[in-house]
């Protein structure tokens, strides 16, 4: 298997535009997390799907963050407008219950200027 | 108080030598727990799984102390490919994981 597929790795834009990052799970795995990595907070939950369906989006930090999983191969996190607090590595996992072993992509490193 | 909290170190230890981590979490509720290990500007990647009973993968030994609500991970005959920082998790519902911050490890020759 391919492990967990993100793309881009490395997106950097302006204040203002849209970013869409996109995260292909592991084939078979029926949850998928979005997360955020910065030195300061660490890795936080953003949001969480089962099944494709949004389950927990409490993490998210307001309303210009957005996620969406059209179907069990594909889920994209949204941030509209970006701004620069939003620079961080964004990382989707996927996992099948249980134990819930979690299984990470290799992040897309996002700046905002 | 935090759900999971770990010393951030760094650890600095010289190669060969044992070093072990502890993991505190909060929720006593927490089912599955697990360590991971995050190479810089990587991602984080499963390195094991603690269960009740405890468990040795080679050198890495991990254990749960529900008692007193924390995991911790030994490594034993550290080497230079052990620097890394990491991460525990623990399952605080459903499928979702509460990660520490970590803790930083530099194994030095």
């Known amino acids: 298997d391919a492990g967990v597929i993100q793309s881009p790795r490395h997106e950097v834009t302006e204040m203002g535009q849209e970013v869409t990052l996109r995260c292909k799970p592991i084939s078979g795995h029926n949850s998928l997390f979005w997360y955020r990595q910065t030195m300061m907070r660490g890795l936080e939950l953003l949001i969480y799907?089962?099944?494709?369906?949004?389950?927990?989006d409490s993490g998210m930090p307001e309303d210009r963050f957005s996620a969406k999983m059209p179907n069990a191969s594909f889920s994209t996190l949204k941030i509209q407008p970006s701004e620069p607090r939003d620079s961080a590595v964004y990382f989707c996992a996927s996992s099948s219950p249980p134990p819930y072993e979690q299984y990470f992509g290799p992040g897309t490193r996002l700046t905002v200027t | 108080r935090k759900e999971v909290e770990q010393d951030p170190g760094p650890f600095n230890v010289p190669e060969g030598a044992t070093v072990a981590f502890n993991c505190t979490y909060s929720n006593s509720a927490s089912q599955s727990f697990f360590w991971y290990r995050q190479d810089c500007r990587k991602e984080p990647k499963l390195l094991m799984s603690?269960?009740?009973s405890g468990n040795e993968d080679g050198r890495f030994t991990a254990q749960l102390n529900r008692a007193s609500q924390y995991i911790s991970l030994l490594i034993r005959d550290s080497k230079l490919s052990d620097s890394a920082t990491y991460l525990c998790?623990?399952?605080?519902?459903?499928?979702?994981?509460?990660f520490g911050k970590g803790t930083m490890l530099l194994v030095s020759p």
């Open positions: 998790g623990t399952n605080s519902g459903y499928s979702t994981l509460t």
């Open positions: 603690v269960y009740s």
């Open positions: 799907f089962n099944n494709n369906v949004p389950i927990d």
